[in-house]
């Protein structure tokens, strides 16, 4: 017989003698390699970290900074009291003060139009918010007549598309939405104010309200399926909704079903989708905000102190079911969250605060929650927090001085700054970097 085989694998043998690896301890080279490695690991993060010290609160750290990309130049002294306004429609940013109304392109900041009163009138109202573009303003015929001329203006192009003479009520008496522009009209005579709706493309008048036997609207807002007002019947303040219709009256409320609210209280109208309201009645009443149903059902009450989170600023926001309100009381002040079905708190955020900064332009959308937290000294920052949970998502430092600022608007993945008053720039527009 010849030799016999042995055992193969795929063709290989594995007989015959074995063949082994020796492992042995590492060397001393290669312990060197490996100090040597951690060594300049260890240089790598205290350069790093020493770069972020200095650049990242300066605005200069890549990933975290927000840079100037315009700015538009400084409006004039402005009288006090005199009125602002500041909407975003497409790419259009608008502000609105007594000497007129003026658009600029958002991505570069050029002035695209300008509307100014005719006869060297001044702006004397302006509505809160935009609808399809367009929004109301009033103005004088004089320089300090009566404000009795009410205007709507296309925001795409300051065009004025129809005006009318209709004195206003006071303060809050311009609104619009649903294409209607509805105005609270000061009384005259034996008669009191009325609240009028108007076709707001053409100014065709739609209807008068059917306001309650011895009520007269003071402020108005159009909700989404409804326009509401605050009314004031004999010596109590009361809450109305109406048919964006005909006019016609759904509901009225009191504010308070216990206590009443005195006519004399101060009263605006926060938001109106769900409705909330702010209500001042000094140190004798009701001092914070009241949410209310479609149908006028009361709801939350949310108090502007408590000993939780300090004072509530009167810069609040809402978004969906949820107020947001800045809050200062001791060395350091809150971002906090309320639910606005039951008053809750949800969260609040104190490293927004400090007693070296303020925090300014409030903004909520889309279920995002932003602040400016701005310091002479320790320059500015942007925070960007999740509305529901709280947690942030941002925290970028601004590499120019912010300053003031009235409000924020995003603005694709841009920031608009929003400011009032003389000398001052009325927008300032970031980018992230």
């Known amino acids: 017989m010849g030799d016999r085989l042995s055992p193969t694998l795929c063709g290989v043998r594995t007989s015959g003698p074995r063949v082994g690896i020796r492992v042995g301890r590492m060397g001393g080279g290669s312990r060197d390699v490996v100090r040597g490695v951690t060594a300049i690991g260890v240089v790598i993060a205290v350069v790093l970290g020493v770069a972020w010290a200095f650049l990242g609160p300066s605005g200069y750290w890549p990933g975290a900074a927000m840079v100037s990309a315009w700015e538009a130049r400084s409006d004039s002294e402005a009288p006090e009291g005199s009125v602002?306004?500041?909407?975003?429609?497409?790419?259009?940013?608008?502000?609105?003060?007594?000497?007129?109304?003026?658009?600029?392109?958002?991505?570069?900041?050029?002035?695209?139009?300008?509307?100014?009163?005719?006869?060297?009138?001044?702006?004397?109202?302006?509505?809160?918010?935009?609808?399809?573009?367009?929004?109301?303003?009033?103005?004088?015929?004089?320089?300090?007549?009566?404000?009795?001329?009410?205007?709507?203006?296309?925001?795409?192009?300051?065009?004025?598309?129809?005006?009318?003479?209709?004195?206003?009520?006071?303060?809050?008496?311009?609104?619009?939405?649903?294409g209607l522009g509805v105005v609270v009209v000061a009384g005259g005579g034996n008669e009191g104010p009325s609240l009028r709706a108007f076709d707001l493309r053409t100014g065709a008048a739609r209807w008068t309200a059917a306001v309650p036997k011895g009520c007269a609207p003071g402020r108005a807002a159009v909700a989404p399926e409804q326009v509401v007002a605050v009314l004031a019947c004999g010596g109590e303040v009361k809450l109305a909704g109406f048919s964006p219709r005909d006019g016609r009256a759904r509901w009225t409320t009191p504010l308070d079903a216990r206590n009443?609210?005195?006519?004399?209280?101060?009263?605006?109208?926060?938001?109106?989708?769900?409705?909330?309201?702010?209500?001042?009645?000094?140190d004798r009443g009701i001092d914070g905000f009241l949410a209310f149903g479609s149908d006028g059902r009361p709801g939350a009450r949310i108090r502007t102190t408590d000993d939780g989170y300090g004072t509530i600023s009167p810069e609040v926001a809402v978004d969906g079911n949820r107020l947001f309100a800045l809050t200062n009381g001791g060395p350091w002040g809150r971002l906090v969250a309320f639910d606005l079905?039951?008053?809750?708190?949800?969260?609040?955020?104190?490293?927004?605060?400090?007693?070296?900064?303020?925090?300014?332009?409030?903004?909520?959308?889309?279920?995002?929650?932003?602040?400016?937290?701005?310091?002479?000294?320790?320059?500015?920052?942007?925070?960007?927090?999740?509305?529901?949970?709280?947690?942030?998502?941002?925290?970028?430092?601004?590499?120019?001085?912010?300053?003031?600022?009235?409000e924020l608007l995003p603005y694709k993945d841009r920031i608009i700054a929003v400011r009032s008053g003389g000398n001052t720039k009325p927008f300032s527009v970031y980018e992230r970097w």
Not at 377 to 389: I, M, N
Request: with cysteine.
């Open 84 to 178: 602002h306004r500041a909407w975003l429609v497409g790419d259009t940013v608008v502000r609105a003060r007594y000497d007129g109304v003026v658009g600029f392109d958002a991505g570069s900041g050029k002035e695209v139009w300008e509307f100014v009163p005719p006869r060297r009138g001044d702006v004397c109202a302006a509505g809160e918010a935009a609808d399809g573009g367009r929004v109301l303003v009033a103005y004088t015929l004089t320089v300090g007549g009566r404000c009795d001329v009410v205007a709507a203006i296309d925001l795409g192009d300051g065009r004025e598309l129809w005006h009318a003479a209709l004195p206003l009520a006071g303060d809050g008496a311009l609104a619009v939405g649903g």
């Open 260 to 282: 009443g609210v005195a006519a004399d209280a101060s009263v605006s109208i926060t938001a109106t989708d769900p409705i909330v309201l702010r209500v001042d009645e000094g």
């Open 341 to 406: 079905t039951s008053g809750d708190e949800l969260w609040q955020d104190d490293g927004i605060g400090g007693a070296a900064y303020v925090v300014q332009g409030l903004h909520a959308e889309d279920g995002r929650v932003m602040a400016m937290k701005g310091s002479a000294r320790y320059g500015d920052h942007l925070y960007v927090f999740d509305a529901a949970t709280g947690d942030e998502e941002e925290d970028r430092a601004f590499r120019d001085k912010a300053g003031s600022v009235d």
